[in-house]
């Protein structure tokens, strides 16, 4: 059967359109329109090694295109957090801020601070751990996060176990105090009612992407402490609890000036951080700043976030990456200057 050019023309023209309905969701370029930022008026295509936004593979890597990013490029990246990037919080725990410094943060065991704290965002953690005889502190680990926002709620945490099992799911979700329940299969997602807030599983277990429509987007999986983390560390792990914990990376599209909290302070334009920089393990303090009662409390010494002004958002937007005094941070770790 033979197919007249004008016909070939027309399936070709259907079949985008389909590709197009089926892809509503992804992007494969941006036309930057932030007013106020390099990369306003540009246009940004996504590179042929991740040409789309998202993938039907959780392995895969994605585009992202960020413009707030000085540079105006995409890049490529994958879903799961990035434990040596900015905005992530994993191990014991490890902080990288905003300003591409490390530093350590320890809290207590069985207690809640705040992450980040702005004024229409509330984020906080639990931590847990244990203190073995002998030791002056606590050891500790991110298990759950509390976010508030737009007078709504939402938590994950890590379900408690005794042995790790690859093929057990440990996330617990609640949006407004109820139970969620995500499907157990690669790439299903949640939606709130008004679809402001996406949960989206990277793969059939233990990994999701909560989105936050014009507010954060985090990245969560879940790890245990293993018997080589123990081994190395002398965490002295007890045998009925391998401490299932969070790995978290977070990405922030609207912080104001005034942010504050153990990480959303590093985000501040006029942050001095107090970590001392060369010293192999940074850790800075606050436990009493930043102490909150609950998981879902937005009460600290430090906390600035209010329900009321959620609707009132300051316009003034700090960016994710901006333009950095190389004086300030040439011997931060995280970060490289160059003349």
Same mark, same amino acid.
């Given at each position: 059967m033979e197919i007249s050019k004008s016909s070939s023309m027309n399936l070709i023209i259907l079949l985008v359109l389909?590709?197009?309905?089926?892809?509503?969701?992804?992007?494969?370029?941006r036309q930057c329109s932030a007013v106020g930022t390099r990369c306003n008026g540009k246009y940004i295509q996504c590179p042929a090694e991740c040409p789309s936004s998202e993938s039907n593979d959780p392995k895969a890597k994605?585009?992202?295109?960020?413009?707030?990013k000085p540079t105006c490029s995409a890049v490529c990246r994958h879903r799961k957090p990035n434990c040596n990037a900015p905005g992530s919080?994993?191990?014991?725990?490890?902080?990288?801020?905003g300003d591409g410094r490390v530093f350590y943060f320890h809290g207590k065991s069985n207690e809640h601070f705040s992450l980040v704290s702005d004024s229409?965002?509330?984020?906080?953690?639990?931590?847990?751990?244990?203190?073995?005889?002998?030791?002056?502190?606590?050891?500790?680990?991110?298990?759950?996060?509390?976010?508030?926002?737009?007078?709504?709620?939402?938590s994950v945490e890590a379900i408690k176990t005794?042995?790790?099992?690859?093929?057990?799911?440990?996330?617990?979700?609640?949006?407004?105090?109820?139970?969620?329940?995500?499907?157990?299969?690669?790439?299903s997602t949640w939606y709130s009612p008004k679809r402001d807030v996406k949960v989206e599983r990277i793969a059939t277990k233990n990994? &999701?992407? @909560? *989105?936050? #429509? =014009?507010?954060?987007?985090?990245?969560?999986? %879940? &790890?245990? @402490? *293993?018997? #080589? =983390?123990?081994?190395?560390?002398?965490?002295? %792990?007890p045998?009925?609890?391998?401490?299932?914990?969070?790995?978290?990376?977070?990405?922030?599209?609207?912080?104001?000036?005034?942010?504050?909290?153990?990480?959303g302070r590093t985000y501040r334009l006029d942050f001095e951080n107090p970590a001392k920089p060369g010293v192999a393990m940074p850790?800075?303090?606050?436990?009493?700043?930043?102490?909150?009662?609950?998981?879902?409390?937005?009460?600290?010494?430090?906390?600035?976030?209010s329900q009321d002004s959620s609707s009132e958002k300051e316009i003034t937007k700090v960016a994710e990456f901006v333009t950095l005094d190389c004086t300030k941070f040439s011997n931060g770790m995280g970060i490289v200057c160059k003349k």
């Open positions: 389909v590709s197009g309905l089926v892809q509503a969701k992804a992007y494969y370029y994605v585009c992202l295109i960020d413009c707030d919080g994993c191990f014991d725990p490890r902080f990288i801020g229409d965002l509330q984020i906080n953690a639990r931590f847990i751990g244990h203190r073995p005889e002998g030791r002056t502190r606590d050891y500790t680990w991110i298990q759950a996060l509390g976010v508030l926002f737009n007078s709504q709620s939402f005794p042995q790790w099992n690859d093929q057990v799911d440990h996330l617990k979700f609640t949006y407004n105090g109820n139970e969620l329940v995500l499907d157990e299969s690669s790439l990994s &999701v992407i @909560v *989105t936050i #429509e =014009d507010v954060a987007e985090i990245l969560v999986n %879940v &790890v245990p @402490v *293993t018997k #080589e =983390d123990d081994t190395i560390h002398n965490y002295q %792990v045998s009925d609890d391998c401490f299932a914990h969070l790995e978290v990376q977070f990405r922030f599209f609207s912080l104001s000036p005034k942010v504050d909290g153990v990480l850790v800075v303090g606050g436990e009493d700043k930043y102490k909150t009662t609950s998981l879902l409390s937005p009460n600290c010494a430090s906390c600035v976030f």
